[in-house]
């Protein structure tokens, strides 16, 4: 999962969603936070030693959620948990990043980054614990509770490392001895071609009119050709002239008898 393609931008991005993501874990926990400005943090910075991280998921992407110890058992507390139950602990943990990272996503996803949604949460152990992935710059932001409780948060989108490019490797090409191949034979006769039907037009004469010459005809009136009387007409076959011929009728029905042939080689393109 990527967000920004340079760093300056999904840094402001991320900055822009820390607010959303802090007022959710206030909402969530029933405790005012207030937070100092947040600040670009990479995955070795101290501060990061003694926290706790949650992996929040989603169908496009991840976020890591990370708090302070501290900050951890004071939320746990405040919200009427026994901070030594730790299955409790954890759940409540868990539920206040998974909300924190909805909210930090959100914010990114409408400022145009490439994440979210994120609908579950399992915990991580410690920022390392993400193996082989090349950390983005994460965002850190140390808060107070209103109950004087002191930590920090931290935000993180992993991004899985680039694989890294097959060497080229040139070979020459060996190709078998070719045999004595097929004897030739002689040229196959047209004859199969026979049947083939071709479509035939028998064209009287042409002219060219203007639009509204063309919408102003009405039953009855006479449009002109640029053939005279008793000229000959044109035989095309698929479009290519071919013959010339004079209009007969056959027990009537059209006709048209064919005076000459046009060189079929040059006739037909």
Not at 67 to 88: M, P, Q, R
Not at 161 to 184: D, S, T
């Amino acid at each position: 999962m990527k967000t920004a393609s340079t760093s300056g931008l999904k840094l402001r991005l991320m900055l822009g969603s820390v607010n959303d993501a802090v007022e959710a874990i206030a909402v969530f926990t029933g405790l005012a936070l207030a937070g100092d400005e947040a600040r670009e943090v990479a995955p070795d910075d101290v501060a990061l030693a003694e926290m706790v991280f949650v992996r929040t998921t989603g169908p496009t992407g991840e976020v890591i959620v990370g708090v302070s110890e501290d900050l951890a058992k004071s939320v746990v507390v405040g919200a009427g948990h026994d901070a030594d139950d730790a299955d409790a602990s954890w759940t409540f943990i868990a539920d206040m990043c998974l909300e924190s990272a909805r909210a930090f996503v959100g914010s990114m996803s409408a400022g145009g980054a490439l994440v979210g949604p994120v609908d579950t949460a399992s915990p991580l152990e410690g920022i390392s614990a993400l193996g082989d992935t090349v950390q983005l710059d994460g965002v850190l932001l140390n808060v107070t509770s209103s109950d004087d409780a002191a930590g920090s948060v931290v935000w993180f989108i992993p991004e899985e490392e680039e694989p890294a490019e097959a060497e080229e490797v040139v070979q020459p090409v060996e190709y078998a001895e070719l045999g004595r191949g097929v004897e030739a034979t002689s040229a196959s006769p047209v004859s199969f071609l026979s049947d083939v039907s071709l479509e035939v037009t028998v064209e009287l004469g042409r002219t060219s009119m203007r639009l509204k010459d063309v919408l102003g005809l009405t039953e009855g009136s006479v449009v002109e050709l640029d053939r005279q009387v008793g000229a000959h007409v044109d035989v095309l076959v698929n479009g290519s002239l071919v013959a010339a011929g004079e209009v007969v009728v056959i027990d009537d029905v059209l006709g048209v008898r064919i005076t000459s042939v046009h060189d079929v080689e040059g006739g037909i393109g």
